[in-house]
């Protein structure tokens, strides 16, 4: 059996993804287990399961879809190849919530001041 080549590596910033994850049902972890694996290994990840919501930002959302529910989870890359997840929610509208936008904006500054304020002393 062939082992998968890690091309990316998925950091989860302090508990915001995972309390997230603890919320959901077996087959949507599932679910996104498989997709992060997707987005760890695989070259060109399909826009379908992971894209820019804002270029100005950097931040992209990771997208799953179990039945007629749609969930993201916004994350932002360090170093190219670190992908660091934030806040996720369940997607109830067309439209992404601007309140989710903003805190994952604030979280990733927040994550780069700590790794900042860390690299200093």
């Known amino acids: 059996m062939e082992k998968d080549e890690f091309i990316r590596d998925i950091f989860y910033y302090k508990d915001y993804y995972l309390d997230f994850f603890n919320t959901l049902s077996p087959k949507v972890r599932m679910k ?11 070259d060109k990840i399909p826009i ?6 804002t270029s100005s930002s950097g931040i992209f959302e990771i997208r799953v ?15 190219g190849n670190l992908v660091v997840l934030i806040n996720g929610f369940q997607k109830k509208t067309q439209k992404t919530p601007k309140k989710e936008i903003e805190l994952a904006e604030k979280l990733k500054k927040e994550y780069f001041a700590e790794k900042s304020k860390n690299e200093e002393s």
């Open 32 to 42: 996104f287990n498989w997709t992060l694996k997707l987005i760890a290994t695989v």
């Open 48 to 53: 379908k399961f992971f894209r820019h919501i």
């Open 65 to 79: 879809e179990v039945g007629s529910d749609i969930y993201r989870v916004f994350s932002f890359f360090d170093k």
